[in-house]
C-alpha cells in the first residue's frame, strides 16, 4: 500500500484532503424552535431553573421606554424576537443545577419578570384603565391573556458553555451593531 492509499483508508469520509489538511465539515448545533406562552419566563424563575446572569450576557441595559414597548408589543400582539435558552439538563450537563440558560433575550426575559412582579407600569389606557398601572391593576382576564400570549422560544441541547457563547456571538455580532441610533 503507497502512502496515498494509507492517507485515504484512514480520512472520515465525510472529510476532505487538500494539501495533506483535513477540513471537517461544520456539525450542526442542536436547536429547534417552539412556541410557549409568556408566563412560563416566570413559572421558570420561581422554580429556580431560569438562569439569566451568564459570563456572556449584557448587564441590564434597557431603560424604561424599551421596557414598556415591550409590554405594549405584547398587548398589541406583535411579534417579539424568540428567546434563546439552552436545556442544559437535557444536554447533560450532569451536577449543574440551572436547566435553562438564557442564551439571548435576557432583557425580554427581565422586563416580563418586572412587570409580572409589579416593578414596571404601563399606561393604563392601554388596558382600558386610567393613569399607570401595574400587573396587579389589570383584571385577572387581562392577566390571563398575557399569560397565555404566545412566545416564540430556541432551545438548545448545547454540551458546552462554549458552543452557548457561539451561538450568543452569531445572534448579537453576526450582523452590524445596534445603536441608540437605531431606535
Known amino acids: 500500500m503507497n502512502t496515498t492509499e494509507a492517507r485515504d483508508a484512514s480520512t472520515p469520509k465525510d472529510c476532505d484532503v487538500r494539501d495533506q489538511r483535513i477540513v471537517r465539515p461544520l456539525k450542526r448545533l442542536r436547536l429547534s424552535t417552539t412556541n410557549r406562552p409568556l408566563d412560563v419566563i416566570r413559572r421558570w424563575r420561581n422554580e429556580g431553573v431560569l438562569m439569566l446572569d451568564l ?13 414598556v414597548n415591550l409590554i405594549r408589543s405584547v398587548l398589541l400582539g406583535v411579534p417579539i424576537p424568540s428567546i434563546v435558552v439552552n436545556d442544559r439538563m437535557n444536554a447533560e450537563w450532569g451536577g449543574e443545577q440551572w436547566h ?9 426575559c427581565q422586563t416580563v419578570l418586572m412587570f409580572m412582579d409589579d416593578e414596571l407600569a404601563i399606561p393604563g389606557e392601554w388596558v382600558g384603565l386610567v393613569g399607570q398601572v401595574m400587573w396587579t391593576d389589570l383584571p385577572v382576564v387581562q392577566q390571563r391573556k398575557i399569560k397565555q400570549h404566545a412566545l416564540g422560544f430556541c432551545e438548545g441541547a448545547l454540551e458546552s458553555i462554549e458552543q452557548e457563547i457561539e451561538v450568543f456571538e452569531l445572534i448579537n455580532f453576526g450582523g452590524v451593531p445596534q445603536g441608540e441610533s437605531d431606535q
Do not use: E, H
Open 100 to 108: 435553562y440558560a438564557v442564551i439571548d433575550g435576557k432583557q425580554r
Open 55 to 67: 459570563p456572556y450576557q449584557r448587564g441590564d441595559v434597557w431603560g424604561v421606554k424599551r421596557r
